[in-house]
Structure formats: C-alpha cells, structure tokens
C-alpha cells in the first residue's frame, strides 16, 4: 500500500512531496517524489510529554479512544492519581487497562504519594515501592519530584528515591514552579531533566540553561503557552508540549493537536 501527499519532516524542518510505503501495518519507507501527490499533508504521530490519564476522568482506553482521534499516538503519563488514592494496584489497573488501545502509554513510578506530608491519601509510595516499580520493564520514569525543597535541602527519602531511578538507568521528571537561578540549578543537579510547572520566561531560561528540557504546557487548568512559546524559536530541541491534565469535555475538542495548531 502506498498513501501520497506533502510529508512535514520536523527534524529537517522541510515539507516535501512524498510516498509512504505500508507493508503489514508498518511504515517499511518513504521517498520523496518529483510527480504530483494527494492534497493533503502527512504529519508524524504526537506525544503528550506529560500527563494524568486520571484528570480526563476515563479510563486509558476509552482516553485513547478520544486521543488518537487528534493525532496523539503516545503519552508520557504519572500515575499519581490514582496511586494516590489505589497505590500499587492502582497503577497495575491503568497499566493493565491501557494495553492494547493502540495508544502507546509510557507508565512513570509516582515519586511523591502522597503529594505533601500534609495530605490524607489512601496510600504511600515509599523508597521500597519506587525501587519495585524502577525494576519493571512497563515503568519508564520516575515522575515528577514534587517535593522540590526535598531536592534542595537533600532529603533522605527524597535522595533514595532519585538514586533508584539513576541504579535503573530511567529519566527523572521535574516539578519544581518558580525555581530560578541557583535553586534551579541545585534542583537540576540530581539529574531531573524536565518540567513541565514553569510559568515565566525567564524561569524557563534558566532551567534550559542548566540542562532541563522545558514542556509547554497548555491543559485545562494551566495554560502556559502564550508566554512560553518564545522558547520553540530559541531552543526547538530543549521543548516539548504536554496537556498535564484534559479533562474529557475539552478531550474531545482537541489535545496537543491544537498547540501544533497554533505555532
């Protein structure tokens, strides 16, 4: 099977005239061509570099129903939700649920269960329960470290927690709105690569500037783009979108279709 039409190549940042080549439900290449092709453009799948499954209030599967509909084909998704209130069950249910929808779900270790020390969740993912889950091949990450003074001030618990990320060789996911300067450089240092919570400029440039990858994020509770959109032009390489949470009346309009919409 061949589908024609103008391929946006990101990478390259071109858009040719193309042919995809489709043998058993797989793309085997793509050419690009002199004749003409279909009228229409042929975009690459999108990922969601960061989102709660639970705040869309359904489950992956009926979610991935709904997303991929906008062309989201993978998310990166914290689980802290409903480990908040299920723990480790609660993660095996969305893991477990999310097979076979033809999303691709990349499942982190919630790294702060409950959020704060002040809350009354159901249950608490401790330094045991985030060394089980790092061990797990369907665990990808470990989600966003909350607890950005624990980084800071170099809590016991919190350390323990980022090491067995490191012992397991997976990415450490950031959290940390507001932190600047030295402070994000000290939250940076344990090797937190992203976050998602930045909602200034500025504060976004100086996380780049100390190694972390900044995600735009444009939900339906925080919406960050419009001051943070400069950072596609300065830094294309260092940004990724994300939605944090959508929930489902806004899924069903759109999801990260609509900020590659409006770039």
């Avoid at 193309?18 to 290449?29: H, S, Y």
Wanted: with cysteine; aromatic share 8%; hydrophobic share 40%.
């Amino acid at each position: 099977m061949e589908v024609s039409g103008h391929i946006i190549d990101i990478l390259n940042r071109k858009i040719f005239k193309g042919i995809i080549t489709i043998v058993n439900d797989k793309i085997e290449k793509i050419s690009e061509t002199l004749d003409e092709v279909q009228d229409h453009y042929i975009f690459a799948g999108i990922y969601s570099a960061h989102i709660h499954i639970e705040s869309s209030m359904v489950t992956p599967y009926e979610f991935a129903k709904t997303a991929l509909k906008h062309g989201t084909i993978a998310t990166v998704s914290d689980p802290h939700e409903i480990a908040n209130v299920c723990g480790m069950d609660g993660i095996d249910f969305m893991i477990k649920n999310a097979n076979n929808t033809g999303l691709k779900f990349f499942f982190g270790a919630p790294s702060c269960v409950p959020a704060t020390s002040f809350e009354n969740a159901g249950y608490e993912i401790g330094v045991a329960q985030i060394e089980q889950l790092m061990k797990r091949d369907d665990i990808w990450y470990l989600s966003e470290m909350m607890n950005w003074p624990g980084v800071l001030y170099s809590d016991p618990i919190v350390m323990q927690k980022i090491q067995a990320a490191h012992k397991y060789k997976k990415p450490i996911d950031g959290h940390a709105p507001g932190l600047k300067g030295q402070d994000a450089k000290q939250y940076s240092k344990p090797g937190i690569s992203t976050d998602h919570e930045c909602y200034m400029l500025d504060e976004a440039l100086d996380k780049i500037s100390c190694g972390m990858s900044i995600i735009i994020r444009e939900g339906s509770a925080a919406k960050n783009f419009d001051v943070l959109h400069p950072l596609i032009r300065l830094f294309p390489h260092k940004v990724m979108f994300c939605s944090d949470d959508k929930h489902p009346d806004d899924l069903i309009t759109g999801h990260i279709n609509l900020l590659v919409k409006e770039h």
